[in-house]
């Protein structure tokens, strides 16, 4: 078997010990003779497996008494449209409020104007998102329903390193792409949210984690299955949830416990993204494409100088086993996803195949 260095985007690289113990576990789990894809979202094993996901979510991300973990159907974009649905209407004005910092918040509110008016506070899309753009507090009026950022932004690589106060207006997180790799203040937060496929586990399943007093302002004609109470109350198994999903997410929560939980990940990821960064402001072949004091930890934006080598780049690091390495469209250039099952041996090595190719191209 041989594995190569993911840096793709999402879905993403999930840690080996994670797919080995999934492998191990697949035809039989745990003794039962029967597979955890083959048994009822209502069996004694599958309980365990979501208590479990909760238990450990609320210990490594330090979620409050006062919030509710849910699991949603339809990954991250599906809850651009649950939560104006669910919460838009918790003011009269039905107005949500926008910081635009890339594709992911652009598209939410355009899903929030379904339903109400989406209004954006500060936009970076003047520099085609290579920051994170101040905004006046004063306009944040207690009158919005809510908040909502992109907290890492994947396409561009850039994050809010710090977030903003939002007084009584809850704050709403799209945390697709970092949830669970740095330490945060869950209580300054009305709603977190992220699809598994990044940092998390797999595709088409949003962990939401949710401050119980804003269960109560659905819309009354959003569809059951997005509506947040019904998952608050049932425990998320309203119907047939993803329970394999829910399986490999407690199953990369466990890793990240013997990791030494999001305190040590942080750490890590700080450290791997320095390495790379470092790299490129010093030397001139390659630049960063964000701004340097917005750099996401995540998701490393760069491109070259010759930019017609681009395709050389990506095609020879994947020959050598440096997988994904193409930037998005929207932005061109390269991107390193090094999300918190990246190895820091993985960004080693793509410093040195980027030092070996501006060597030859120079
Ligand atoms: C990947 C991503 C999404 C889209 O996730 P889906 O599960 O495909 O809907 C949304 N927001 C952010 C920040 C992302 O990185």
């Known amino acids: 078997m041989s594995r190569v260095y993911n840096f793709g985007a999402g879905p993403a690289m999930l840690p080996l010990e994670v797919m080995e113990k999934a492998q191990q576990e697949f035809l039989d789990y745990r003794g039962m003779g029967a597979s955890v894809i ?51 209407n918790r003011q009269p004005d039905r107005k949500a409020a926008f910081v635009q910092t890339g594709a992911w918040s652009v598209k939410a509110a355009k899903e929030a104007g379904r339903y109400g008016t989406a209004i954006d506070l500060a936009s970076s899309k003047d520099s085609n ?11 944040l009026t207690d009158d919005f329903s809510y908040l909502h950022i992109t907290s890492n932004n994947t396409l ?74 019904t998952y608050a109350d049932q425990h998320s198994l309203a119907n047939t949830n993803n329970t394999f999903a829910i399986y490999l997410m407690s199953l990369v929560m466990e890793w990240l416990k013997e990791q030494g939980g999001v305190a040590a990940m942080e750490e890590r990821n700080e450290a ?19 701004q340097a004091a917005h750099r996401s930890v995540m998701n490393v934006t760069f491109n070259m100088q ?23 469209r929207d932005v061109g250039g390269a991107r390193a996803s090094i999300y918190n099952a990246m190895p820091m041996a993985g960004c080693e090595a793509l410093v040195a195949f980027m030092k070996e190719f501006a060597a030859k191209n120079g």
């Open 272 to 290: 791997k993204a320095k390495l790379i960064y470092d790299y490129i402001d010093s030397q001139d072949f390659y630049y960063g494409t964000a």
């Open 156 to 229: 561009f690589g850039t994050r809010w390193h710090e977030f903003p106060e939002t007084g009584n207006v809850p704050l709403v997180a799209d945390m697709t792409s970092e949830f669970m790799s740095r330490k945060l203040d869950v209580s300054k937060f009305g709603i977190i949210f992220a699809g598994l496929q990044k940092n998390l586990g797999p595709a088409g399943l949003a962990v939401v984690i949710i401050r119980e007093d804003l269960l109560e302002h659905a819309l009354p004609e959003t569809p059951g299955l997005l509506t947040y109470k």
């Open 306 to 328: 010759k930019e017609d080598l681009l395709g050389d780049f990506v095609a020879q690091a994947e020959a050598a086993g440096l997988y994904a390495l193409k930037g998005h």
């Open 38 to 88: 083959e048994i009822s979202h209502r069996s004694k094993e599958f309980d365990a497996i979501i208590n479990r996901t909760d238990e450990l979510l609320i210990e490594l991300a330090g979620i409050p008494d006062n919030y509710k973990i849910l699991y949603v159907h339809g990954g991250a974009q599906m809850q651009f449209s649950a939560i104006p649905l669910n919460i838009i």
């Open 129 to 139: 998102f290579n920051y994170i753009p101040d905004f006046d507090p004063a306009t």
